[in-house]
């Protein structure tokens, strides 16, 4: 299998969209959701926004899109119901012993691998190439995954190496907080 991992661009956005559109939480089935799911749905103009605001990497593996990874600043994500409710919690966190509102920080996700294409890398190169694109700008990282994703919770605290840090609740439905140091080796 051939993988690239590179800055979103304008051709991408139809198999993106698709790639969501198949992940999304609410178009699964409970057997499937056992395999990962997307919380939140967004649209071609916000997946923009997200890449211009920080960055948006695509994995491409064998001329197919495989996967997606978004990133974007606190302030903007604060328009988010569900993003602010983690952003409101940072106060009380902390990453090694430091407050994590402290850390100039960016928002990470949501992070998208087509179920053709998992557990073979994918994850790990989409972060890696996000890891080139907020070096030098971002000290962490921070995002979510709803307590019930424990595939992708597993993916992200196992698999990468990123640090559990808390949670929240939201809509009836408990997220924990994740973060990692951009400059960190991911495994």
Do not use: K
């Not at 198999?15 to 056992?34: D, G, I, K, V």
């Not at 080139?132 to 995002?143: D, K, L, N, P, T």
């Amino acid at each position: 299998m051939n993988c690239s991992f590179r800055r979103l661009r304008e051709a991408d956005y139809p198999a993106l969209l698709a790639l969501q559109e198949a992940n999304l939480r609410e178009n699964l089935t409970p057997e499937q959701r056992s395999e990962g799911f997307l919380s939140v749905r967004f649209t071609r103009e916000q997946f923009a926004a997200m890449d211009a605001n920080v960055a948006v990497v695509v994995g491409q593996c064998d001329e197919m899109l495989a996967g997606y990874l978004c990133a974007s600043s606190v302030e903007f994500n604060r328009r988010f119901a569900l993003l602010a409710a983690m952003i409101e919690s940072y106060p009380r966190l902390t990453l090694w012993e430091q407050p994590l509102v402290e850390f100039t920080s960016f928002v990470c996700g949501p992070v998208c691998v087509d179920r053709r294409f998992r557990g073979r890398g994918v994850l790990r190169g989409l972060y890696r190439a996000l890891m080139r694109e907020a070096s030098g700008q971002f000290e962490i990282g921070v995002g979510f995954v709803a307590q019930e994703n424990a595939r992708s919770l597993a993916a992200h605290v196992e698999g990468l190496g990123m640090h559990e840090v808390g949670s929240f609740d939201f809509d009836g439905r408990r997220f924990a907080i994740l973060a990692f140091r951009v400059e960190q080796e991911i495994r």
